[in-house]
Structures are given as C-alpha cells and as structure tokens.
C-alpha cells in the first residue's frame, strides 16, 4: 500500500480519525468499530511491541524519515500492506481537532479481551496473578491512564474494569498511560458488583479503599502479624462518590490510606499508587502470606 497524501480532512479514508476530541462519540464509537488510536511513535511502538496490529498510520511528511523503521515495523508504507496517511499539519489538526505533534497516530485494531480466569492464571508467565487492581466506574480517562501507568511501574499483575469504567483503549488514557495499557493485562468484568464474586472464588483478598470509619490502615492490610494476603485485590472507586456499596458489601476487608495534614483523601489515581506501593513493599519482602480479613 502506497503513502498516501491527504488535502481534505472529510476524505472518507480517514474517518478513523475524525472528531477525536468528542469523548462521547469515541467512547461509543471505538469499541464498537474494533479499534483504538495510539497516539505518539512511543506508544506505537509499545502496541505493536504488545502484538497489537495496525489499521492505518497518520503523520505529517516531515516525520516520515524518522519514522521509517517504525513504519517497516508496522508492516506500513510502500513496503507493506498499511496504509500511511500524510497531511500538512493544518490538515491534520482539522482531522484530529488537536495539533499532532508527537509524530505519528496509529488507527489500531482492538484485540479481544479474556475472561477473568484465563487472564489471571496467565499472569506471572503462567504463575498466577498475585496482585490485582479492580476500577469501578472510574470515569475520567486521564485517572484510567494514570492507574495503568503505576500499576506497570509498580508490578501489579493485572488490572480488571467494572462495565461501566470509563475505556483503558481510549486515546487519551493510552496517552497518559505512556502505552503501559499494553503491558499490563486487562479484562472487563461482565457484572457488578457480581464479578467480585469470581476474585473470592480464585483465592483473593478483596480489599475495598474506602474513606469508611471502621476500615483499617493500609499499613496494618500489609504488616505483621500476618502481612498481606497472598492474593490480593485493590478495588478503587470514582472520583467524585468512592466505592458502591455493593463493592464495599461484597469486600473481605476495607482499607483506607492514613492521611496527615487536614487532607482527607487522595486522587483516586494518587492513591492507587500509593497502595501499590505499600503492597509491593510487603511482597518483596516476602511477608504475603494468605491472612483475610473480615470486613467489620
């Protein structure tokens, strides 16, 4: 497939691309097209690096020499099978809505998702997941983003969403994600708060983060005498209402982040990172013996 250059942002070849900026419209749009956008050469890279494959490319021209290992790598440009789009980058911008200026845009196709058990037990290189993250209805993409990024970097094994938590594909999550959504492994849970249900059935822990008066410290979740549970789930709420109470009936414990200051609590993605932090701490220390703990 030849480089393609694009003068008309209505061009029907390009509709993958069109009206970026309306969240309402992409979030319907994308899962039900089968595709997601990686936005920067960085991001890409880690989609394709994940398996993941591409539809088409979008670029101005002046990236195309820096970017040619990444198009070969893409199976894209006169070489290859994908379709890469160049514009000015007025064209561009009357596409996208937005100035493109990290390189490149990837139309990408959404690979499916696994169930629950298959996506844990895999987990570890076949081990099993030890350390999960469980998103309810978070719906701002930028907290998504950032939860997924800490959980990378922190070495949480997989990340589960609600059905109605806002879309880790999305492409301003992936964004701020750095592409680490492809790194670790995600799934949707097919009901709530019923999908919890699977995570005490698989031997975990479901620890709620909650603000509530008789949830105890993060430090005493993870300390002596029993340290952490060996299979533990984190389940973090929305910005604005916290968890359910369905979430918060069906956890083994509630946990809540000791807070100093006159700050009563954290962003969601903040705190997310710290009670990957705590965690991590207790698990290479190798204090993570099974210990549940009943809620009240």
């Known amino acids: 497939m030849p480089v393609v250059r694009v003068t008309d942002p209505t061009d029907p070849a390009l509709a993958d691309y069109t009206r970026l900026t309306d969240v309402a419209l992409r979030a319907k749009h994308e899962p039900a097209k089968g595709l ?9 890279r880690r989609a394709l690096a994940a398996g993941h494959r591409p539809r088409s490319l979008l670029m101005a021209e002046r990236w195309l020499p820096d970017l040619a290992d990444l198009l070969a790598e893409a199976g894209a440009g006169p070489e290859g099978e994908v379709p890469v789009y160049l514009g000015a980058p007025e064209v561009l911008e009357a596409i996208t809505g937005f100035h493109l200026h990290r390189g490149a845009l990837a139309a990408m196709h959404r690979p499916a998702l696994a169930d629950v058990g298959t996506l844990l037990a895999a987990a570890r290189g076949g081990a099993g997941a030890r350390r999960v993250a469980v998103l309810e209805d978070i ?40 592409g680490t959504v492809f790194q670790v492994p995600w799934t949707r849970l097919d009901t709530w708060p019923g999908g919890l249900a699977d995570l005490h059935a698989l031997g975990f822990t479901v620890a709620a983060l909650t603000l ?20 533990l789930a ?27 200051g006159g700050v009563d609590s954290l962003n969601v993605a903040a705190a997310s990172a710290v009670a990957f ?15 549940v703990r009943a809620v009240g």
């Not at 949830?215 to 340290?227: C, E, H, I, N, R």
């Open 139 to 178: 719906v701002d993409h930028t907290n998504v983003g950032a939860i997924f990024r800490s959980a990378a970097a922190l070495g949480v094994d997989a990340v589960l969403v609600s059905p109605r938590c806002a879309d880790p594909l999305y492409r301003r999550s992936v964004r701020v994600s750095m």
């Open 277 to 291: 932090w705590a965690t991590r701490v207790a698990q290479a220390a190798g204090v993570m013996p099974r210990g």
């Open 36 to 44: 997601y956008i990686a936005e920067s050469s960085t991001v890409i």
């Open 234 to 260: 984190l389940v973090l709420g929305a910005e604005g209402d916290g968890l359910s109470r369905g979430a918060v009936a069906a956890a083994d414990v509630l946990v809540r982040i000791p807070m100093a």
């Open 212 to 231: 509530s008066d008789d949830a105890v410290t993060l430090d005493a979740l993870v300390g002596p005498p029993s340290g952490a549970p060996a299979r």
